[in-house]
T-cell receptor, first 117, second 110 residues
Framework: ETGVTQTPRHLVMGMTNKKSLKCEQH?????MYWYKQSAKKPLELMFVYSLEERVENNSVPSRFSPECPNSSHLFLHLHTLQPEDSALYLC????????????????FGPGTRLTVL | QKEVEQNSGPLSVPEGAIASLNCTYSDRGSQSFFWYRQYSGKSPELIMFIYSNGDKEDGRFTAQLNKASQYVSLLIRDSQPSDSATYLC??????????FGPGTRLSVLP
């Protein structure tokens, strides 16, 4: 777990709050990802950054706003969330990010458990 | 839409038995395949990956890939109660990143 860290580990927020999730990777990777994991649903890819540029955005609502200031840090800014946004938010990193390497493997952080009241 | 399917389980096996977890995928262009283990409340951790047809062994784990049948499996030999977790299959589609299956919950009974 020390390769990819996430803070906070738990977050409770109201629908009118603004908060940010932070992810940091210490693996020297070039790509970082945000996933959402809701109960009994597959992992949902939200955002992909490769070399600090966003390369994929899977039609995520605008109340989620990512930021990647450098290849080691990734943020997810949250505002006016809905109760259905309550989930485990996972950050991951991989060496390549373009998925053109057969062995490009994603390593996950411990996640942030988000509850929206 | 590219899909990855897994039996949600739970799959129950007795301690010491072989657990067999299966995964099918819809995109014939998929190139590499990953198995992750996820304990309840924890994040996924990589077990192994495979990209050539056939078997790949790592300790008690064996991944099997059959691209013609679009099928990948994970065998766990000598299953232990500590293997009880959800196992996620992920598929790497070149240029389209990872697609995860819904996971299979495995329960190893002492």
């Amino acid at each position: 777990e020390t390769g990819v860290t996430q803070t906070p580990r738990h977050l409770v927020m109201g629908m009118t709050n603004k908060k940010s999730l932070k992810c940091e990777q210490h693996l020297g990777h070039n790509a970082m990802y945000w996933y959402k994991q809701s109960a009994k649903k597959p992992l949902e890819l939200m955002f992909v950054y490769s070399l600090e540029e966003r390369v994929e955005n899977n039609s995520v609502p605008s109340r989620f706003s990512p930021e990647c200031p450098n290849s080691s840090h990734l943020f997810l800014h949250l505002h006016t969330l809905q109760p259905e946004d309550s989930a485990l938010y996972l950050c991951a990193s991989s060496q390549d990010g373009t998925a053109f390497q057969q062995t490009d493997t994603q390593y996950f952080g411990p996640g942030t458990r988000l509850t929206v009241l | 839409q590219k899909e990855v399917e897994q039996n949600s389980g739970p799959l129950s096996v007795p301690e010491g038995a072989i657990a067999s977890l299966n995964c099918t995928y819809s995109d014939r262009g998929s190139q590499s395949f990953f198995w992750y283990r996820q304990y309840s409340g924890k994040s996924p951790e990589l077990i192994m990956f495979i990209y050539s047809n056939g078997d790949k062994e790592d300790g008690r784990f064996t991944a099997q890939l059959n691209k013609a049948s679009q099928y990948v499996s994970l065998l766990i030999r000598d299953s232990q109660p500590s293997d009880s977790a959800t196992y996620l299959c992920a598929v790497n589609n070149y240029g389209q990143n990872f697609v995860f299956g819904p996971g299979t919950r495995l329960s190893v009974l002492p």
